[in-house]
């Protein structure tokens, strides 16, 4: 009994001096907020709680959005032991520890065991693979959490194994639950006020991350009483949670979803034209800490992909940017930057040169190494000459139309056309150049 008392003294110091988030973690699924499309009624983690029948599962979702919260809870509700281990942390050997006491806790108590890999995309292939047993015997219940796609980042065997459970990041709605919940359950936010554009504050600036928003709570809490009287009401202003939050948190990860995600809505926009909203996206990325270079070799590709020969003067400016940007650094390369992205979506566009290289691609692929016309051989040698190599060959400098009807492919792909020009900007001019030329030949 003494025992028990001195570990739930213990647990109730550690409960006090736990950081804010952490003390609001809720204490049964009930408590969860903004996943009600896996827990409601008849959804995917209510019916296995409800029938007792935990299976392997992959939260995938943002920070901040309650995976580590919900591992633990579905373990409890299944009566079930939690093992917890970090992919930043551990490696096969705690794996190895964290498996054996699954084995014991079941062969001791015939109790399930849970095991919740934090990060599991940081695990390399071998360490992934050193789970498949385990699972496929029922050792473990596998519950691993990830920020990044698992499609990418879990081995393809875990995932066939394992459910997939999209989190979805907390709305506004769900985010001021959370905080009238703090300041009315929290002893320390007891005589706390939180002022109406404060809060928007809080809200708008966490980025649907529960976590860093009841952070900066906390801390915007203290900052408010430091000038207070004692026993009076502390009302947290939009001052206080300024301070606290210093700047807004942009979610980016570098190698993950939002990093492509950007990048795509950059390039998505550069192609319908619209400068205002690809310089958004561009500049999202670069305050996010984004690598210059990894804009601008976006921005090269799609000059010579979405422009083409519509306006061949704009892969010369996207090398251009390239140059500049790494000659001056951040923050001056902003500036070649904006005029990059603002040139790209006003320029005219084709796509034409490269359906064109795909075309081609498809050709070779299909029909190989098809021989090489022989009125195209280049004969640096009388034998060569004397076999008929370059036999026929017309100089087209020498042609009037300066463009020579002769074999210039294989018999099977003679009358193929890859190259189709489209009509907008310099291209157009190419197309009408094509046109008379060939009429000419």
């Given amino acids: 009994m003494t025992t028990d008392l001195f570990a739930a003294a213990a647990q109730a110091d550690t409960q006090t001096r736990a950081p804010l988030p952490e003390r609001m973690r809720p204490k049964t699924l009930d408590d969860v907020v903004g996943q009600d499309h896996l827990l409601a009624p008849g959804k995917l983690l209510r019916e296995m709680v409800q029938a007792g029948q935990l299976r392997s599962l992959i939260l995938w979702g943002p920070p901040g959005c309650g995976k580590t919260t919900l591992a633990r809870l579905l373990a409890e509700a299944t009566d079930a032991d939690l093992i917890a281990v970090s992919a930043v942390l551990a490696g096969v050997k705690e794996l190895r520890a964290a498996i054996v006491q699954a084995e014991s806790s079941w062969n001791q108590n015939r109790r399930r065991s849970v095991l919740f890999v934090d990060e599991i995309h940081r695990f390399n292939k071998a360490q992934q693979d050193a789970l498949l047993p385990h699972v496929e015997d029922g050792s473990i219940v596998l519950i691993g959490a990830t920020t990044e796609n698992p499609s990418f980042e879990v081995i393809s065997a875990l995932l066939s194994r394992s459910r997939v459970a999209v989190l979805h990041g907390l709305d506004e709605a769900a985010l001021n639950a959370l905080l009238d919940r703090s300041l009315a359950q929290d002893a320390a936010l007891a005589d706390c006020r939180l002022d109406d554009a404060a809060r928007q504050m809080l809200v708008n600036a966490c980025d649907a991350d529960a976590r860093r928003m009841l952070g900066a709570l906390e801390l915007a809490a203290e900052l408010a009483g430091a000038g207070s009287e004692e026993g009076g009401e502390r009302v947290i202003s939009p001052a206080q949670v300024e301070q606290a939050l210093q700047q807004k948190w942009l979610r980016y990860d570098r190698a993950g979803d939002s990093h492509y995600d950007l990048a795509s809505a950059m390039i998505k926009c550069l192609r319908d034209s619209d400068p205002d909203a690809a310089l958004y996206w561009c500049f999202r990325m670069i305050e996010a800490g984004e690598d210059p270079l990894f804009v601008v070799r976006r921005l090269v590709i799609f000059a010579a992909e979405d422009i083409g020969n519509a306006d061949p003067r704009a892969l010369q400016l996207a090398i251009a940017v390239k140059d500049s940007v790494q000659f001056v650094g951040l923050p001056e390369a902003r500036i ?74 294989p018999p099977e792909l003679e009358n193929r056309r890859y190259y189709q020009p489209t009509i907008h900007g310099y291209e157009g001019r190419l197309q009408a150049w094509r046109e008379q030329t060939s009429k000419e030949g």
Avoid: F, W
């Fill in 336 to 409: 070649p930057l904006a005029q990059a992205c603002t040139y790209l979506a006003t320029a005219p566009k084709s796509k034409a040169s490269y359906k064109a290289m795909h075309a081609a691609l498809a050709d070779i692929r299909e029909y190989g190494d098809l021989p090489v016309p022989m009125v195209m051989r280049n004969a640096p040698t009388s034998l060569m000459k004397g076999l008929g190599y370059g036999a026929g060959y017309i100089d087209a400098h020498q042609d009037p139309a300066g463009a020579a009807a002769q074999v210039h492919r």
